[in-house]
């Protein structure tokens, strides 16, 4: 079972930019796909970006389509979110998600997760 562990999470101004990292451990990592999830207080878990194992697939959310990027390090056992030209908005937990697979195909669906880890908050300031 892999145990996912998120940081970089922080305060970030407007227009500015933050790098999220999980690192995961207790798995062979290549053999998932991961996914950064996030939650705003009273919303739904909202997908963000997904890379396949390879990390030659990628799925994003229109919202974030064009300013985040997500990658991995299979040697590092890490996946990442770069994230920039950050919009003003209320707080929210991003979560580091992982599934088994092996194919290319991203999964976007939270139910399609069964690993997460314990999230870190965004806060970006106006």
């Known amino acids: 079972q892999v145990q996912l562990v998120e940081s970089g999470g922080g305060l970030a101004q407007t227009g500015g930019s933050l790098r999220l990292s999980c690192t995961a451990s207790?798995?062979?990592?290549?053999?998932?796909?991961m996914a950064w999830f996030r939650q705003a207080p009273g919303q739904e878990h909202e997908v963000v970006a997904s890379?396949?194992?390879?990390?030659?697939?990628?799925y994003y959310s229109d919202s974030v389509k064009g300013r985040f990027a997500i990658s991995r390090d299979n040697t590092k056992n890490t996946v990442y979110l770069q994230m920039n030209s950050l919009l003003p908005e209320v707080h929210a937990n991003y979560y580091c998600?992982?599934?088994?697979?092996?194919?290319?195909?991203?999964?976007?669906?939270?139910?399609?997760?069964?690993?997460w880890g314990h999230g870190t908050q965004v806060t970006v300031s106006a």
């Open positions: 998600t992982a599934t088994e697979s092996s194919g290319t195909f991203v999964h976007t669906s939270a139910a399609n997760y069964a690993y």
């Open positions: 207790g798995g062979t990592f290549s053999n998932y796909t």
């Open positions: 890379v396949s194992w390879s990390g030659t697939t990628t």
